[in-house]
């Protein structure tokens, strides 16, 4: 099987792989198009390997779309499950806008950035002063009601499997999780119902590379969001166990192709 990575570090548990930089793509075309799979082009890439090449893409092309940023992969949520999606408004930046998020919500509440990674783009909006704020930076106002939490659980799974599930808790007087942001690691008491809840969401919607956010609120499950390109601190030996994950969804899927080669893996539902 011919591999062909654009990006070195987020492959280096898979085998005879071949890198090129994303910004040579157009140099190597011939032999882009000779690859059995591309794994981990950038974002801009997507839609000229996909629709200009015929090219299969690793991770898949609902994983990208739907990842690219909140809003998408929010409306996607609230369309499968909305009774897992916290409440939330997606609006413009206009005051009637703001005025109809205040009467929502109340304050505080979450704001967040429609395209960022490891709670940078989050705030906890506490007045009028810190919402005007908050948009005179943004065009898209993304508003969540803040759950009554103090940790939430990160899911990670690849092709359908279970890569590594376990709670991110709140720096003391905090509201972001991310390990990056402060949070801790915990491992104890994963509630099957997340787990459960990530799955399905994975499987329905296509998606084959993430890290799944989850909040549980007396004991029922709410998807913050999903990150495509997730965290490996809370993953022992991750690229080894990430890697054995992708050659099999590859494998599975190449199986399936060739009728004379070895029946398809069953990949965890």
């Given amino acids: 099987m011919k591999l062909i990575t654009f990006d070195v570090f987020r492959t280096l548990g898979i085998p005879g792989v071949r890198y090129i930089k994303p910004e040579r793509m157009f140099d190597h075309i011939e032999e882009i198009r000779q690859a059995d799979w591309l ?5 801009w890439q997507v839609n000229s390997l996909l629709y200009g090449l015929g090219a299969r893409i690793f991770p898949s ?9 909140k809003v998408e992969q ?8 909305p009774e897992h ?5 997606i609006l413009g930046t206009s ?3 703001l005025a109809k998020v205040e009467a929502r919500f109340g304050y505080p509440f979450i704001a967040k950035r429609i395209k960022s990674s490891m709670g940078e783009g989050v705030r906890l909006i506490a007045s009028r002063q810190e919402l005007m704020a908050h948009v005179a930076e943004e065009t898209v106002l993304y508003a969540q009601q803040r759950l009554p939490i103090d940790r939430d659980l990160r899911i990670v799974l690849v092709g359908g499997e279970l890569i590594a599930a376990y709670w991110r808790v ?5 509201y972001r999780a991310n390990v990056s942001q402060g949070g801790s690691i915990e491992r104890t008491a994963i509630p099957e119902a997340a787990i459960d809840l990530a799955r ?5 919607l296509g998606i084959d590379h993430a890290g799944f956010d989850i909040a549980m609120v007396d004991g029922h499950p709410y998807v913050l969001e999903f990150n495509r390109l997730f965290g490996n601190q809370g993953i022992a ?23 004379d080669g070895e029946p398809p893996l069953r990949l965890t539902a």
């Fill in 74 to 81: 929010t409306r996607a949520f609230l369309a499968l499950v």
């Fill in 170 to 174: 709140t720096p003391l007087g905090g």
């Fill in 95 to 97: 005051p009637t806008s």
């Fill in 39 to 43: 794994l981990f082009p950038e974002y």
């Fill in 61 to 69: 092309p609902a994983s990208y779309h739907l990842g690219h940023d």
């Fill in 85 to 89: 999606v916290p409440p939330t408004e």
């Fill in 200 to 204: 399905r969401l994975a499987r329905e």
């Fill in 237 to 259: 030996d991750s690229s080894k166990r990430i890697g054995a994950a992708v050659m099999r969804v590859l494998g599975a899927h190449d199986d399936d192709r060739d009728p």
